[in-house]
């Protein structure tokens, strides 16, 4: 039978205590060690020093421990030196930090060089820290050298240092992180989140979220959070929330926000807000402004806001403003606006484009354009269409076609109709319409021809509900031959309002001889300001013999137009007339 044979701690320190007793050098210094790990510095101090007095440097580097903890640091550092002389790398560590705390650096980093170079981790982390300090390129080598052997917090800040220089080179090149440097940081990250660092644990579950490994960077949020991270709870609370369980989101959140992390404050009062709590909503946007969080106050500006209760936004709005928040400056400037002070809006505008705000840079452009200032207008729609903003791409657009520079009218209708503007697609395919030569049914026999991108254009601004896209989609199928599609287009035209749709499509039922229904999509057509409508609702009544509603019908068709319209409108309401007094 196997047996296990176990080390009784008591044993080994009387076995040490006599060997101490009688002169043993090493004994002294390993019982004065235990004693000082125990707490026991008077018992442990005698054996120490009579070890020390032997040569024996790790007693000579525990004595110094031992002084230092007692408040005698000179001492210590005299017992340091002297053990660190005799190769002791762990008292060069010691009197490195000595020093370093003296604020003798060339003293602190000669001593923990010496450690470092040893293989000291302690050493090690001790002069990375002292030469990032001084911004010491240097100091990335040491932090790696204690991270290789295991020291959690340099390989945590190893991490740190190796995931913002990718950073800074991904904003040089105007590219997103690299995955290489990406994943360096990211070993060093799981080293240190694997040895309880809860900070690598939380920027290890970003990296994994980021990447789309949403289960493991939930283990190692829930691991930091547990550990105490509140941002760690918070980020795993959105996690949640986008899985769809809003429930145990809230639970995390509400742990984060009771550390006093504005950012959790934030989501439970976005989270009672979009549930109509607006009391609860209102406590938590406040905590989390209590907390330092700048999106707090302009939280509650939305909130007030949306409650109608003017004043209150705006005092949220302008002390968000106030610290920073570009877009608090953009919501102040349209509340002040829309209360009819264009000059009160106008700095807040302008604050809110300087630091960024894209929606600001528009919100000008419609400011100076309601000035009829066109050109000061345009620039600042220039500048929100080149960060992306769709409309402001649309209006740049539109004032390059009304200049005549075709060319950047359609690259600016093409970057706002890909963000998906439904009037940027019609002018641009108008732009593209214009170009190309009108193409009549195919001859018989004769295969159909593929759609143009102009009318790829008009069908995607069709299907976004833009009435004259309709209305153009249904006069191309129309032409095509496609009477079936055509009336599909029109029909859902007029449904929405548009006379044009409404007059096709009476057109097309006229032309299957379906003159009652396409009467009443006239009638709808003509009540609504369309002169032809109005014109053959005249001819249709005509026909049947309803002379005095044929005359009305002119009547409404000369007052519409346009010119040819009504002069035919004109010449056959006298007919009417005439056959009305025969």
């Known amino acids: 039978m196997d ?14 205590r006599r060997a101490a007793e009688n002169g043993d050098t090493a004994a002294m210094s390993v019982l004065g060690a235990l004693l000082l790990r125990r707490g026991d510095l008077d018992a442990a101090e005698p054996y120490l020093r009579a070890a ?5 440097r790790a007693a000579a580097n525990n004595l110094g421990v031992l002084l230092h903890q007692r408040g005698y640091a000179d001492e210590a550092a005299g017992w340091w030196r002297i053990a660190a002389v005799a190769g002791s790398a762990a ?3 010691a009197l490195g930090r000595h020093y370093r705390e003296r604020g003798d650096e060339p003293a602190a980093e000669y001593w923990l060089r010496q450690s470092a170079e040893q293989g000291h981790a302690l050493g090690a982390y001790a002069l990375a820290d002292l030469l990032e300090h001084r911004s010491d390129v240097g100091a990335e080598r040491w932090l790696r050298a204690a991270a290789e052997q295991g020291h959690r917090e340099a390989a945590y800040r190893l991490a740190r240092a190796l995931e913002r220089q990718e950073q800074t080179r991904a904003q040089a090149a105007d590219d997103t992180a690299s995955t290489t440097g ?3 940081a990211e070993q060093w990250y799981r080293q240190a989140a694997a040895r309880g660092h809860r900070r690598a644990a939380l920027h290890l579950g970003a990296i994994l979220e980021r990447r789309g490994e949403l289960k493991e960077a939930g283990r190692w949020y829930l691991t930091s959070a547990k550990d105490g991270e509140s941002r760690a709870a918070c980020a795993l609370g959105f996690l949640l929330r ?13 742990r984060a926000a009771q550390d006093g992390d504005g950012n959790a404050a934030n989501a439970l009062g976005a989270l009672h807000a979009a549930r109509g709590e607006h009391q609860t909503a209102e406590r938590w946007y406040r905590a989390a402004t209590d907390a330092g969080d700048v999106n707090g106050a302009y939280n509650l500006g939305l909130l ?4 109608n209760r003017v004043a209150q936004a705006e005092q949220w709005y302008r002390r968000a403003a106030y610290a920073g928040h570009r877009e608090a400056a953009n919501a102040l400037a349209i509340l002040l606006l829309q209360g009819g002070d264009p000059n009160g809006a106008e700095p807040w505008f302008s604050k809110a484009a300087e630091a960024g705000s894209v929606d600001a840079a528009f919100n000008l452009g419609i400011l100076y354009a309601g000035r009829d200032d066109d050109g000061t207008a345009l620039r600042w729609y220039e500048r929100a269409a080149a960060a992306g903003h769709t409309e402001a791409a649309l209006q740049v657009g539109i004032a390059r076609l009304r200049d005549g520079d075709e060319q950047e009218a359609e690259r600016h209708l093409r970057c706002a109709a890909g963000g998906g503007s439904a009037e940027a697609a ?10 190309q030569a009108p193409s009549g049914p195919p001859a018989l026999g004769e295969p159909q021809a593929p759609k143009s991108e102009c009318e790829e254009w008009y069908e995607r601004a069709a299907e976004q509900g833009h009435r004259r896209a309709q209305v153009r989609v249904g006069m191309l199928a129309a032409a095509r031959g496609d009477t079936a599609e055509a009336a599909r287009w029109y029909r859902e035209a007029a449904d929405a309002g548009s006379r044009n749709g409404a007059f096709n499509l009476g057109l097309l039922l006229a032309r299957d001889g379906n003159e009652r229904e396409a009467s009443l999509w006239w009638t709808r057509a003509a009540r609504a300001g369309h002169g032809r409508a109005a014109l053959r609702l005249a001819l249709l009544a005509a026909r049947r013999g309803e002379l005095s509603e044929g005359r009305r019908w002119c009547a409404r068709a000369v007052e ?3 010119a040819e319209v009504a002069e035919r409108a004109a010449r056959l309401s006298e007919a009417l007339h005439q056959e009305l007094t025969a």
Do not use: I, K, N, Y
């Not at 986008?242 to 509400?254: I, N, P, R, T, Y």
């Not at 019609?426 to 170009?435: E, G, M, P, S, Y």
């Open 304 to 307: 007030f806001a949306a409650q």
């Open 560 to 562: 519409l137009g346009p």
């Open 3 to 16: 047996s296990t044979e176990t080390v009784d701690p008591v044993e080994t320190e009387e076995r040490h």
């Open 182 to 184: 990406t994943e360096t």
């Open 426 to 435: 019609f002018r641009l395919a108008t732009v593209l319409d214009a170009r």
């Open 91 to 93: 008292a060069a560590h």
């Open 242 to 254: 986008d899985a769809g369980d809003e429930e145990s989101a809230a639970v995390w959140w509400l």
């Open 52 to 56: 020390t007095a032997d040569g024996d």
